[in-house]
């Protein structure tokens, strides 16, 4: 069933809001289930926010229908996305897989995709292109995945994301998104493809043999990437004590040179080495010492869905504001501490019940470089630009690393894309530290 949106909605940069569903072609069952690793449950308070911007090239010939009728075969490899979540006996989250599916929502804008992204305010205006809703109250009626497609007056179109971190990471995400383009280049080439067996994620098995163990743990403490909130309940969100706001920034190849020369390091860590020196110089009593870094995991299994991410926290015993940059950078690549381990071991603690974030329980920086964001292909053509973004990052705050895109300019393709989800009072003061710094230029796109 379609719902049109109300016609007031005309005067706003996103209108015509119609709702819809797509799911699984065939049926996977009533008896079948997602088990919910402990990284999971860890990421149960956050979500990833995706857009891809996509030429009229790239979509001629796909309408919205034909986009839905393809969503049905591609999602039949990944169903348990499309179940709802549930409870154990002893409260543990887990996925139920009955095909209730996906919500697609479909939009318009008048404005043009160049128009867009070059408005100042682009990344806060991203909310409006990918849809912003969370887990519960009700976990019945609560899709873990949402999709909206957006008509823009120069035809082409963008397709957002809504994605339960809890699913899994940024790898998973794009690797799912990678799946569908590639579903569709099948179709379009030989027919809708013929499934025999049903596939099973390594996590997916009946209802009956869903069997929870006790856990005993010698070790209470918990670890320092971690910070436990108040109880939720079946309402997926936390709340913040200030006002965060979003800022995107490119890094031209240039600038990454200049910045490997300067700090002599990693590109990653330098980088972040610098963001680190100055944010503690805006927050400066309350320097942050101890910071999470996010990274890719080289053992994770491309096309599982999962949270496979290596998480780890870096601890400083001096001055930041005073530290050289080097320094930093060293810290961050030869002596942060994996706490993988200690996370799980948290969260089986309690059966998995207790709520936690990770993104912003410390200044966090999440290194997306080798996220493939932008291998999803149709007819030849990959999206102009792909930007992802977190939700319910805790009051610390995270700065994330993207790859470029063709857009910011000649080149940008081997550049970067920064995004930064601080409190609303920093940001002025922090872009003025960056540009001291040659990080954020003046033309750059803000």
């Not at 999971?40 to 839905?68: C, P, W």
């Not at 969503?71 to 002893?90: I, K, Q």
């Not at 957002?160 to 899994?168: F, T």
């Amino acid at each position: 069933m379609v719902l049109p949106s109300d016609d007031q909605e005309r005067g706003s940069l996103v209108y015509g809001h119609k709702l819809s569903s797509v799911g699984p072609g065939r049926a996977s069952g009533s008896d079948l289930v997602h088990n919910l690793g402990s990284l999971d449950l860890a990421m149960k308070l956050h979500y990833l926010r995706g857009v891809y911007f996509l030429s009229s090239q790239a979509i001629e010939g796909l309408t919205n229908m034909k986009i839905k009728e393809t969503m049905f075969y591609w999602l039949n490899e990944y169903f348990h996305t499309c179940g709802r979540f549930r409870r154990s006996d002893s409260g543990r989250p887990f996925v139920k897989c009955n095909d209730c599916g996906a919500r697609f929502i479909e939009a318009r804008c008048d404005k043009t995709i160049g128009e867009w992204l070059e408005m100042e305010n682009w990344p806060s205006l991203q909310k409006l292109l990918a849809s912003q809703q969370v887990i519960g109250p009700e976990l019945s009626f609560s899709p873990p995945i949402l999709f909206q497609e957006t008509h823009f007056r120069c035809g082409g179109i963008s397709l957002g994301l809504s994605w339960a971190h809890v699913l899994g990471d940024a790898f998973s995400a794009a690797d799912f998104m990678n799946r569908w383009a590639q579903v569709v280049g099948h179709i379009q080439s030989n027919g809708p493809p013929k499934i025999t067996t049903l596939p099973l994620s390594p996590n997916t098995e009946q209802e009956e043999n869903l069997v929870e163990t006790p856990t005993t743990m010698l070790n209470k403490e918990v670890p320092l990437s971690l910070n436990r909130v108040d109880p939720v309940g079946d309402h997926w969100v936390t709340t913040n004590n200030l006002k965060m706001e979003t800022f995107s920034f490119p890094i031209s190849p240039s600038q990454i040179a200049n910045l490997k020369v300067k700090v002599v390091g990693p590109f990653f860590e330098s980088l972040c080495a610098l963001i680190w020196q100055s944010v503690a110089k805006l927050r400066q009593e309350s320097e942050p010492k101890t910071v999470t870094i996010c990274k890719h995991n080289a053992k994770r299994t491309k096309g599982v869905i999962t949270n496979s991410q290596v998480i780890s926290t870096a601890k400083a015993d001096f001055s930041i504001m005073e530290a050289d940059p080097k320094k930093l950078a060293t810290l961050l690549a030869d002596q942060a501490t994996n706490e993988r381990t200690e996370i799980e071991e948290a969260i089986e603690r309690d059966q998995g019940v207790s709520d936690f974030i990770v993104y912003g329980a410390n200044l966090t920086f999440v290194d997306w470089q080798e996220v493939n964001f932008y291998g999803l292909e149709l007819q030849g053509y990959k999206p102009d630009f792909v930007t992802y973004s977190i939700q319910g990052i805790g009051d610390n705050g995270a700065v994330l690393v993207l790859p470029g895109s063709n857009h910011f300019g000649k080149g940008g393709e081997k550049g970067r894309l920064v995004t930064m989800i601080l409190p609303e009072n920093e940001i002025f003061r922090l872009k003025s530290e960056l540009k001291k710094i040659g990080l954020l230029l003046e033309s750059s796109i803000e």
